[in-house]
């Protein structure tokens, strides 16, 4: 099953993925820069991982361009956006991401290989 999720903004996205049971935070460590002899200096960093059997592509903001006027206009779209793919959604997760869900587009930003 695949669906095409649109949120206001990247934390509402987050949310709503966690609360459906299709992603989960993790902590992780990152490199946050060099002391003075050259060494890295650690930190941690909470990602976004998807749950088992999920795929996730997290596409953000989209920006578009109409061509079909002169000189060409660009034309944003500031909503946070995801596809998502899962093969088993039980009727609790859907109901939970319904209000973010959206119609297919009729030309998507990106689809599945």
């Not at 903004?9 to 459906?20: Q, V, Y």
């Not at 003075?36 to 941690?44: A, C, R, V």
């Not at 999920?54 to 989209?62: H, K, M, R």
């Not at 006027?69 to 039980?90: A, C, G, K, Q």
């Amino acid at each position: 099953m695949d669906l095409y999720l649109r949120a206001p903004d990247e934390a509402t996205m987050n949310a709503a993925l966690i609360a459906a049971g299709l992603a989960y935070n993790e902590t992780v460590p990152v490199q946050t820069g060099e002391d003075e002899d050259g060494e890295p200096i650690m930190g941690e960093a909470t990602v976004l991982v998807p749950a088992p059997f999920v795929s996730l592509d997290v596409i953000g903001p989209i920006v578009k361009w109409d061509y079909s006027v002169d000189p060409p206009v660009e034309i944003d779209y500031p909503e946070w956006h995801v596809n998502v793919r899962s093969y088993d959604l039980t009727e609790e997760q859907l109901a939970e991401l319904q209000p973010i869900i959206i119609v297919p587009p009729e030309q998507p930003f990106r689809v599945w290989a």
